[in-house]
């Protein structure tokens, strides 16, 4: 999550002749010059503000990971070995990392547990969802230890807020993985037709499931009722379809608790409960994030269970497509003088100004400095007073 570029090959080409930028760094990675790192600095300061007055800490974990077949990302993880032998991986995603911290230094908690992380994540393999980045950054929050509609209305309410807190007019969309799983379960559906019904009705094609029904043999009745989960998207009056469709207790339990969570968020939500990808690893709700003209989820989480079978629950944003969404409507940088001397860039400074100091006395090369870096004015203090004079007027 994130601009999100599609690779290093979109970097700036280098000026002139010669190789482009993206000749010298690895495909899927990105220099970020200042500023959009000011920008972006400046966002994650806004965001964790905000979740540390909701009472979320912050915590750092470990770039570096030991390798686990049992990770969810260990088949796109970066491998390395260490002096010992031991196979290591680049840190992937968040959410293992907090559980392993909570498991290992919050054994006892007290829950429920709020934490706040931030930092940066590395793929080997790229993947479309990430706008085709190996490294990028996220911050988010893990709420741990209790499973209640109104813990999962809090998470609403918090994403709610940090798209505010930044000026983006997203959408929030709301699923259930496991009600999908459910509602095969009921159908009698098992082993790879449920696998592969699952991939159809989360990519919304009507034609696959079709095709599954007669591979597999399937019935009218549950081929309409498999239709009728690729068209689960809309306002509140999915929650009335889906009702329709929940005949065993698993999925009348997902709905009713969907109807408790959409009733104390008491703000605008969009349902996809044909949102099926992923049920093996999420336990219950799901949401994202959706800003205008972005076709990627700018944030995304849900609740799931940590090993040994404590819930949690939490989303994450990214910062590279936070850059993206906000494109245009960022507020201009300070304006930056530069100071001739010390208490003069003090002075600025104090008054809200951005201030470089001189390094030398010829104001000739000042002027050509000042000219290609975009300063218009030069501050000087005299006498205790604090004076600004264009810089294109500077004399010797």
Avoid at 22 to 48: K, M, Y
Avoid at 283 to 300: C, D, H, I, M, S
């Amino acid at each position: 999550m994130p601009g999100v570029n599609s690779s290093a090959s979109s970097s700036a080409a280098a000026a002139g002749p010669g190789p482009r930028v993206s000749a010298f760094i690895p495909e899927g990675t990105r220099d970020v010059l200042p500023p959009e790192w000011a920008q972006r600095e400046a966002i994650r300061a806004q965001l964790s503000g905000l979740f540390s007055r909701w009472g979320y800490r912050g915590v750092e974990v470990p770039a570096l990971e030991y390798a686990s077949a049992h990770h969810p990302q260990d088949a796109v993880a970066f491998k390395l070995i260490d002096s010992g032998g031991q196979v290591l991986s680049l840190r992937s995603e968040f959410t293992t990392a907090v559980g392993r911290l909570v498991r290992t230094r919050y054994p006892q908690g007290p829950f429920p547990l709020r934490l706040q992380y931030s930092g940066r994540l590395w793929l080997r393999a790229q993947n479309s969802e990430l706008g085709r980045l190996r490294e990028f950054n996220q911050l988010g929050v893990e709420l741990i230890g209790v499973e209640t509609a109104q813990a999962d209305a809090e998470l609403l309410h918090l994403a709610a807020a940090a798209m505010r807190e930044v000026g983006v007019g997203a959408a929030l969309e709301v699923g259930y993985p496991g009600f999908v799983d459910a509602v095969l379960e009921d159908a009698g559906l098992h082993g790879a037709a449920r696998a592969a019904l699952h991939d159809a009705i989360d990519r919304k094609s009507g034609a696959d499931v079709d095709l599954l029904c007669g591979q597999f043999g399937l019935g009218g009745d549950t081929r309409r009722t498999l239709h009728a989960l690729t068209d689960l998207y809309g306002g509140p009056e999915v929650l009335d379809a889906a009702q329709g469709l929940a005949r065993g207790t698993r999925a009348q339990e997902a709905v009713a608790h969907l109807r408790r969570v959409a009733a104390l968020y008491a703000g605008p939500l969009l349902f996809d409960l044909g949102v099926s990808r992923r049920y093996d690893y999420y336990t219950g709700l799901t949401f994202r994030a959706y800003a205008p003209g972005l076709n990627q989820p700018v944030l995304g989480g849900g609740r799931y269970a940590l090993e040994g079978g404590l819930p949690g629950a939490g989303f994450a944003l990214g910062l590279e497509r936070l850059m993206r969404a906000l494109a245009g409507d960022l507020p201009p940088e300070p304006e930056l003088v530069l100071a001739l001397d010390l208490a003069a860039a003090d002075a600025a400074r104090a008054q809200g100004l951005h201030a470089e100091l001189a390094w030398t006395d010829d104001r000739t090369e000042l002027r050509a400095f000042s000219t290609a870096r975009g300063i218009h004015r030069w501050a000087s203090s005299q006498g205790g007073t604090l004076t600004f004079q264009p810089a294109t007027e500077v004399t010797q």
